[in-house]
Structures are given as structure tokens and as C-alpha cells.
């Protein structure tokens, strides 16, 4: 079977429906086993599944989920939502420490935060944006790529 050597990516279009999370997951795995990124399958679908979650729960509209690799071993999930607004989890200066205990809801970005080796967003707001929301990212890397930093 012929290989794609990075840079590659895939966007998947969801429904605002409780199911899409796991179609989204079941495409991934989909992809990452196609590439060979079998390695980083299980934290990737951590990530994705935190993140396209947090879409569900949080953004009363359709979300996406994007798969990209810009160069071996190292892939990025990105979900978007329509939701402009930025979870505290992934705010500018939000503490790196664990969720609070007590709390029922929030645990989520924390492990995105503890799990991906780069995380982000991107707030689509500007001029020319197409559909507005924002963009949650986080990346991992396989065992062959620099630390985490």
C-alpha cells in the first residue's frame, strides 16, 4: 500500500449530535492506522475526544474535527466549533495544575494541557472569517521527536 509522507490533513464535518464524537474517533483511528501513526493513536484519540466533547457540550452548533501531520511523528487534532468563546482551560495565563477535585465539569482541558505536547487557539473572529468560532489544537509527538516544551 502506497504511503503519503507529511504534509497531510483530513477535515470531518459534524453534526451537532451526540454521536459525532465517537464517528469523529472512529475516523481517526481510521487515519492514524493509514499513515502508520499507531503510536500516537491512543493519545490522539484522548485528544480528540476531550476536545470534540468540550465542542459538544459547549457550541450549540456543528463542529470539525482536523487531522494534520507537517512532518514525521508528529500530528495535530484541532476541533472547531462555533462558539467564539475561549474555554478558561485554554485561556492565555490559566494555571498548569491539576482540575480542582470537587469540581464536576473541567477535568477535560486539563488532560489535553497534561497529555499534548503543544496546545493552542486560534480565534476565527477576523474579517473574511467564513464561519467565525474558534479553533481548539493540541499536538503530539512520536518517541523520536524532541520533548515536550
Do not use: I
Request: glycine residues 10%.
Amino acid at each position: 500500500m502506497a504511503t503519503v509522507s507529511p504534509p497531510w490533513s483530513y477535515t470531518l464535518q459534524l453534526p451537532h449530535d451526540p454521536r459525532a464524537p465517537g464517528v469523529a474517533r472512529a475516523t481517526l483511528r481510521a487515519v492514524l492506522a493509514a499513515h502508520g501513526f499507531t503510536e500516537l493513536a491512543p493519545t490522539a484519540e484522548l485528544l480528540a475526544s476531550e476536545l470534540l466533547t468540550n465542542a459538544h457540550l459547549h457550541a450549540p452548533g456543528p463542529s470539525a474535527l482536523r487531522l494534520l501531520s507537517a512532518e514525521p511523528d508528529r500530528l495535530r487534532v484541532a476541533v472547531w466549533d462555533s462558539d467564539p468563546t475561549v474555554p478558561s482551560g485554554f485561556r492565555e495565563g490559566a494555571p498548569a495544575g491539576p482540575a480542582p477535585e470537587d469540581g464536576e465539569h473541567g477535568r477535560g482541558l486539563h488532560l489535553v494541557r497534561a497529555c499534548a505536547d503543544a496546545w493552542g487557539v486560534a480565534v476565527l473572529r477576523e474579517l473574511g472569517a467564513s464561519r467565525g468560532g474558534k479553533l481548539l489544537w493540541a499536538e503530539c509527538r512520536g518517541a523520536g521527536r524532541a520533548a515536550r516544551g
